[in-house]
């Protein structure tokens, strides 16, 4: 297996983030890339050598290699890890937020609760040294539970659409998995813009863009719709908080247009996934209305009963009429993030002597 070109300049990479990181984590493979940031599959450092370490000294029949395996994909996370700035850019407030901003939306995320179809964060960075100098502390990385059903837009432009029937006319998936996947989506986006509680920050995520809709489908086959994966809220850094009781009728103006242009957004990447002749009747008229609401000192709760009302209608019309997903897509979304192959790379390289410092190449 040729080795990653990304991760090979990690062996001898400087760079502090990464390192922080590594201290207590192996970095397997990147997933995604963007401008601040990089995501990684990666392991804890602590129980990959314990899954190891247990099947080396036991029999190495094929079922403890297995089990094994199955071990390392359980303990798998993704983590994020912002570059490091520039020297001269490095008091930057852009780049002084890093993802001190994302990691406190997430956590806000994780005091809501079992939150469904939300970015689900593990662990995080806190510099101590920032806090001591009083200064809000600069995080460098979180650890997320993966994803393994890649973004919308890989699957529009690789996982389905590339298939064509005798005719070249493009395949789309069952309607019903459009409206299953806006369903999951709006009800994501109520619950991050209005929390549980009147309390409760009010906040908008920003950059609702089909890079940024993700799915996921787990292990267990009960856990979704029927056959469907999980649709999912991701990355949010562009997210911003307003308590309204403090707020002035600007900002509050503000937050009602940020979150409009949020579910509007998320509503018209889902049209993608129904057929031009459909899509007039996917929430198009609903989309019109929403973008023509005005802003009005109470219209933020009416938004929320609207979108309410938009999830019911959602689901209502999925049942109504269900069709399963073809065999190749739920192949699609069930792939995994790391293959045996790869554990099986890494088993390799964790048993060089000396000892990979702090990644491994697959």
Avoid at 216 to 229: K, N, S, V
Avoid at 308 to 320: C, I, M, N
Wanted: aromatic letters at 10%.
């Amino acid at each position: 297996m040729a080795p990653n070109i990304l991760l090979e300049s990690l062996r001898d990479s400087q760079s502090p983030s990464i390192q922080k990181f590594a201290q207590t984590n192996y970095i397997l493979k990147p997933l995604g890339h963007g401008g601040w940031a990089t995501v990684y599959a990666s392991l804890p450092r602590d129980l990959a050598d314990g899954i190891l370490q247990n099947f080396t000294k036991s029999q190495k029949t094929p079922e403890n290699l297995q089990k094994a395996l199955k071990e390392l994909a359980q303990a798998l996370q993704a983590v994020k890890i912002a570059h490091d700035p520039a020297p001269e850019r490095e008091r930057s407030p852009a780049l002084q937020r890093n993802l001190t901003s994302e990691i406190d939306h997430l956590k806000h995320i994780r005091a809501l609760g079992p939150a469904k179809n939300l970015s689900e964060m593990l662990d995080h960075d806190d510099d101590d040294n920032d806090r001591n100098q009083n200064r809000k502390a600069c995080r460098w990385w979180y650890t997320l539970k993966p994803l393994n059903g890649g973004t919308l837009t890989e699957f529009l432009e690789r996982g389905y659409f590339p298939q064509v029937q005798a005719d070249f006319q493009l395949l789309y998936p069952p309607l019903s998995f459009a409206w299953h996947t806006v369903a999951q989506l709006l009800e994501a986006l109520c619950l991050f813009h209005f929390g549980t509680n009147e309390t409760d920050a009010r906040r908008f995520h920003g950059d609702v863009t089909a890079a940024n809709l993700m799915f996921h489908r787990p292990a267990d086959p009960h856990a979704p719709f029927r056959d469907y994966p999980n649709a999912y809220i991701t990355d949010f850094g562009a997210a911003e908080a307003v308590h309204l009781d403090v707020a002035p009728p600007r900002e509050a103006e503000n937050l009602f247009l940020k979150q409009r242009k949020d579910i509007v957004n998320a509503i018209f990447h889902c049209q993608r996934l129904v057929t031009p002749e459909k899509r007039d009747a996917f929430f198009q008229k609903e989309m019109e209305n929403l973008n023509r609401a005005a802003y009005r000192a109470s219209e933020s709760d009416v938004l929320k009963a609207r979108v309410t009302r938009l999830v019911r209608s959602a689901k209502k019309k999925r049942d109504e009429v269900y069709e399963p997903l073809s065999e190749r897509t739920v192949s699609y979304f069930s792939r995994p993030l790391v293959t045996n192959d790869e554990f099986l790379g890494m088993f390799e390289e964790l048993n060089k002597k000396p000892r990979v410092p702090y990644c491994v190449i697959l």
